[in-house]
């Protein structure tokens, strides 16, 4: 799987965008990009994924570069709960085989009053 | 959504002994299932990978005969560290893939904070 860069940490005050960016150029054709997050002695959460096209749901939204090798997260309105570590991840999926993830060091995200 | 559930959240035991970590998927088949562990300040490291009615795969580095894994049906997969030293304390976590259309995602348990005196 593609190696991904992150920021080590960003702050964000609450009600704000938070806007989480990650690096990812040597991605291949077939490698979707997924955001998965872990608040504190918790199990991570899966956010959001997508190929090439931007994606939104509940949680979030994702903006992927038209070259693929860049994206940004983004919380529209941050909340205190949403203090945690965000980790960026690229990975093959629906594979025939078993397709794990590998987890970076990732951003941690400080939301604060 | 999907739901994995880990058991225990938290465990204490003394050195020498063993202990072992249950993982559930409570509403999809899981046919394949992860174990990854995660020291103080660090991101989680994989330990070994199992695909159900087979043996487990390792990671480099990762004894297997200390952690042994079981993934007998497809909803229970277990986590046995034998012989537990302090040196194994850690925040041990379970993750599952399930057939399609949910295989695009992987579910996490709530992990197991191990504590060796």
């Known amino acids: 799987d593609a190696k991904t860069t992150q920021p080590p940490s960003m702050d964000c005050a609450e009600g704000r965008a938070a806007n989480l960016p990650c690096n990812h150029s040597t991605i291949s054709g077939n490698e979707y990009v997924y955001w998965y997050r872990q608040i504190h002695s918790q199990g991570p959460q899966y956010i959001i994924h997508g190929l090439k096209n931007n994606e939104t749901n509940e949680m979030a939204s994702l903006i992927i570069t038209e070259d693929r090798k860049s994206s940004t997260l983004i919380l529209p309105h941050a909340t205190l709960r949403d203090t945690a570590v965000y980790y960026c991840?690229?990975?093959?999926?629906?594979?025939?085989?078993?397709?794990?993830?590998?987890f970076g060091t990732g951003t941690r995200l400080q939301v604060t009053l | 959504g999907a739901v994995v559930s880990q058991h225990p959240s938290r465990v204490i035991c003394k050195s020498g002994t063993s202990v072992k970590i249950e993982c559930r998927s409570l509403?999809?088949?899981?046919?394949?299932m992860f174990w990854y562990r995660q020291f103080p300040k660090q991101s989680l490291m994989l330990m070994a990978t199992?695909?159900?009615?087979?043996?487990?795969?390792?990671e480099q580095g990762v004894e297997k005969d200390k952690f042994l894994i079981n993934h007998a049906s497809l909803t229970l997969s277990t986590l046995t560290v034998t012989s537990a030293h302090p040196e194994d304390s850690s925040f041990y976590i379970c993750?599952?893939?399930?057939?399609?259309?949910?295989?695009?995602?992987?579910?996490f348990g709530s992990g197991t904070q191990l504590s060796v005196l």
């Open positions: 991840i690229v990975r093959v999926a629906n594979t025939g085989t078993a397709s794990k993830l590998t």
């Open positions: 993750s599952a893939r399930g057939r399609q259309p949910t295989n695009e995602k992987l579910f």
């Open positions: 509403d999809f088949q899981a046919t394949t």
């Open positions: 199992s695909n159900e009615g087979s043996k487990a795969t390792y």
